[in-house]
C-alpha cells in the first residue's frame, strides 16, 4: 500500500475554484495512471486515466498532469461543482492490481 | 449494459459464523477482483480472477478465500468472521488485469456483531 502516496487527505474548495489532487508512487513498472471517484454508499468510479507517453490529458473539466520524471501525477478539477464532492483515488498499474492511495475527499462548498 | 452486480447489498453476521458474497460482472468482463473498504485501512486488495484463475493475492489470512466460476462469476467467502472484518467488500470487473480500467460493482456491506 505504501507504493502511493496522495495528497491532500481532505480539501475544500469553493465553488467555481480549481481542486488540485497530487499522488506519488514508487513502482515504475506501472503504465496505466487512473483516478477514481467514489461518492457514499456506491464503489469507485473511473474518472479519467492516462498512459506514460503523453503528459497530460484533459477530459472536460477533468485534467491529468503526468511527471514521469517525478514519478508523480496530478487530478485537476476545473470550475468545481459541489456535485464533484466525493472521495477520489489515484490507483497507478500495470500487470498488477490496482493499488488504491488512502483518498482524498473533496467539498465544494457554494 | 448492465453493470457489476454485487449480492447481497447488507449483511449482519455473528461472530465465527462464515460468509459468502457474490459477484456478477459485466458481460464480456474476465477478470474480477474483490476488495475491502474501511475507514481506518482504505481500499485494499484481497484477490483476483481470471479464467476462472486467481492471478493475484492480497495480504489477507486465509480466512478469506475466492473463486471464478466459467460464466465469470465470483464469489468470495470468509470464515470464522472477526468484528474486524466488518467492511464494505468490492468487487471490480475488467477485460483484462489493469489496462483496461475497472468497473465497480456497490459493494456489500457485511456488519460483525
Not at chain 2, 75 to 98: F, H, K, P, R
Amino acid at each position: 500500500q505504501q507504493q502511493v502516496k496522495q495528497s491532500p487527505q481532505s480539501l475544500i474548495v469553493q465553488k467555481g475554484g480549481i481542486s488540485i489532487i497530487n499522488c506519488a508512487y514508487e513502482n515504475t513498472a506501472f503504465d496505466y495512471f487512473p483516478w477514481y471517484q467514489q461518492f457514499p454508499g456506491k464503489g469507485p468510479a473511473l474518472l479519467i486515466a492516462i498512459r506514460p507517453d503523453v503528459s497530460e490529458k484533459k477530459e472536460g473539466r477533468f485534467t491529468i498532469s503526468f511527471n514521469k520524471s517525478a514519478k508523480q501525477f496530478s487530478l485537476h478539477i476545473m470550475d468545481s461543482q459541489p456535485g464533484d464532492s466525493a472521495t477520489y483515488f489515484c490507483t497507478p498499474s500495470g500487470n498488477t492490481p490496482l493499488v488504491f492511495g488512502k483518498g482524498t475527499r473533496l467539498s465544494v462548498i457554494a | 449494459k448492465a453493470g457489476v452486480t454485487q449480492t447481497p447489498r447488507y449483511l449482519i453476521k455473528t461472530r465465527g459464523q462464515q460468509v459468502t458474497l457474490s459477484c456478477s460482472p459485466i458481460s464480456g468482463h474476465r477478470s474480477v477482483s474483490w476488495y475491502q473498504q474501511t475507514p481506518g485501512q482504505g481500499l485494499q486488495f484481497l484477490f483476483e480472477y481470471f479464467s476462472e484463475t486467481q492471478r493475484n493475492k492480497g495480504n489477507f489470512p486465509g480466512r478469506f478465500s475466492g473463486r471464478q466460476f466459467s460464466n465469470s462469476r465470483s464469489e468470495m467467502n470468509v470464515s470464522t468472521l472477526e468484528l474486524g472484518d466488518s467492511a464494505l467488500y468490492l468487487c471490480a470487473s475488467s477485460l483484462g488485469q489493469g489496462i483496461h480500467g475497472y468497473t465497480f460493482g456497490s459493494g456489500t456491506r457485511l456488519t460483525v456483531v
